[in-house]
């Protein structure tokens, strides 16, 4: 079994059978310890299973890095109504791309996760949000929630406990802002993915009006490993603050790019040279997103210093987001790659705030403008002063997506841009 | 499936470390005999998302389809909520949503005709006009774009003799450009109906577009 490229460097907690396609399978799962965890966790009270995954640490993996016990905690501790647990497995943040592989080598791991999350917030269905445009994991994870309705992990009365717990996989149909926790729940609700304001939050007011809690497919990856070896098991791993292992999704100019789970905290510039085998063509290393497209990106000096966990990141002036590493060689076309990306947030800008609506589309005509060399260096002042009021002034930060990748950019690469002006208007001038 | 080899099993293309089938990667052993669009019943629609064969006038929510649309309304507390299922099932066996069959599905689930089309052209895998046997999406966003996906695009382009987003003559092909399809780590990503073919240089395109007239010949 060769998933490509293993590096000794990782720890494979939640990766551990990626590349084994016997594991799919509920008989080869079960063997191998499955469903131990949904034993255990079904025999303690909800709020110890949610103080166990508060011990370990464990923050979220969709981005945001919230310590998931507290999330858990927020929900009402005796319902009167139903309560959701929803799976954001809506991967399509550029540069992310271990949902999938989680879900198509492992999809038993997640469904024991959803169900142990479910028992802990004392709900009684799960919808796994899973993006319309993963055909086969859809298909692979409708198969083993099936195999585990038949073996009576899911549904009526699990394993004999009397609990009740639904599954259900739900296809979204393409839209990157449903992957936002209320643009998910609007979506669920068969509405457009537009994102509602908080207050209120998902716990109080979720999906159908329901208290609801969203977890990212790896955070609840992570949580049958967290119950079956306890909290302080996972925080041998890691950093004070960001405990635990962490799937790098790595990118761009690298020689083995590839998902690698690594303790949070492994210096960037060691994940890129020795884990990735460097940068591909003996070429110089530029520049480095480390967490999807919405963080700002670094350069190759800040890159050096960066430790990948939470803090980390913040330290150099970026953040771990999901920690898609994408890497940009010293030949990269920066000023046509950043223009890429705001015209993909303009494209996927629900357009309910004006900021975001009107602001990305005019962001990336200008970009476009300077990469087609008819660019003026007035033109970087107003993207520095327009992306600005992009920032914090809109209900999700799709907005302030846009303005990290241009902002950043222009502080950190301005040379690049003033070359494309330079060499504009000597033509012009010719 | 298609006998026809093709060098391109997604996944890890181009490591030359891969001893799986395709097939085994893609999880095709395990999914098994499962109808392709079948209900089942802990998926809300189980979209195959596009067919080759479809037939725009075919007749909604009728036999298998209505089986599957009643299963798909017990899975939500709010019949809202079976919207985006329903348009899939549509898209699947049409090919597109049209304003008319929006209209049928708004009156099937007791919603305005204005809020579905509302909601259908938010989406982006609705398609509101017909396409090509076969849509292929290239993924050109940034991963994919720093290792050549606007040269993969042009060779679909130049081989399928197509403009952006225009179908081809015989009807075969339609090419557009996709936002990220989250295989960043095997660039370029392209997706073709249902399918993901990554690693995907510009070489490899004339190999998998006759995988595809093949694969179309069999099927048909």
Known sequence: ?430 | MSDVPIKNPGWAGNTGEFDLTEEQVRGEDFIGERPLHGGHSSVSATMPYMLIERNPEAELFEGEYQERFKKILTRYPKKRAALLPVLSMVQELRGHVSPESMDRVAELLDLSPAYVRGVATFYTMYNKRPVGRHLVQVCTNISCNLCGADEVLAAFLESTGTELGETSGDGDFTVIEAECLAACGFPTCVQINSRYFENVTPADVPEILEHLRVQAKEDG
């Open chain 1, 1 to 430: 079994m060769a998933y490509p490229y293993v590096s000794n460097a990782e720890v494979r907690v939640i990766s551990q059978y990626f590349g084994d396609p016997t594991h799919r399978r509920i008989d080869t799962y079960v063997k191998r310890g499955g469903y131990k965890a949904l034993e255990k966790a079904l025999a303690l009270e909800p709020d110890a299973v949610t103080e166990e995954v508060k011990a370990s640490g464990l923050r979220g993996r969709g981005g945001a890095g919230f310590p998931t016990g507290i999330k858990w905690s927020f929900m009402p501790k005796k319902p009167t109504r139903p309560h959701y647990l929803l799976c954001n497995a809506d991967e399509s943040e550029p540069g992310t791309f271990k949902d999938r592989e989680l879900m198509r080598w492992d999809p038993h791991q997640l469904i024991e996760g959803c169900l142990i999350g479910a028992y802990a917030i004392r709900a009684q269905h799960v919808y796994i949000y899973c993006r319309g445009e993963f055909f086969e994991v859809n298909q692979i994870l409708a198969k083993a929630v099936e195999d585990a309705y038949m073996k009576g992990y899911v549904g009526e009365d699990i394993l004999g406990t009397g609990t009740t717990i639904d599954i259900t996989v739900h296809q979204g149909a393409g839209a990157y802002i449903c992957g936002e926790e209320t643009g998910l729940m609007s979506s669920l609700e068969g509405d457009r993915g537009e994102p509602r304001v908080k207050p209120p939050f998902p716990a109080a007011v979720g999906v159908f009006g329901m208290p609801s809690t969203i977890n990212n497919v790896e955070t609840l990856a992570v949580v049958p490993h967290i119950i079956l070896n306890g909290g302080e098991w996972y925080r041998q791993w890691g950093t004070e603050k960001s405990p635990g292992t962490k799937l790098f999704c790595v990118s761009g100019h690298v020689r083995k790019p590839g998902n690698y789970e690594l303790p949070l905290g492994f210096p960037l510039i060691d994940l890129i040279d020795d884990v990735c085998g460097g940068i591909r063509d003996g070429n110089q290393l530029k520049a480095v997103i480390p967490g999807g497209s919405s963080v700002p990106l670094i350069n190759a000096e800040d890159a050096r210093k960066c430790e990948l966990d939470y803090e980390g990141c913040v330290e150099v002036g970026t953040m771990l987001g999901c920690a898609s590493v994408i890497v940009m060689d010293h030949k990269a076309d920066l000023v046509k790659q950043i223009r890429r990306m705001v015209d993909f947030y303009a494209h996927e800008s629900c357009g309910q705030c004006t900021p975001c609506r009107e602001g990305s589309a005019w962001t990336a005509r200008i970009l476009r403008r300077i990469e087609e060399g008819q660019g003026t260096e007035e033109d970087l002042d107003t993207l520095m002063e327009m992306t600005e009021q992009m920032v914090g002034t809109t209900i999700c930060v799709l907005s302030d997506s846009v303005a990290a990748p241009v902002q950043s950019s222009i502080s950190k690469f301005r040379e690049d841009y003033l070359e494309l002006i330079r060499s504009g208007e000597q033509a012009g001038a010719a």
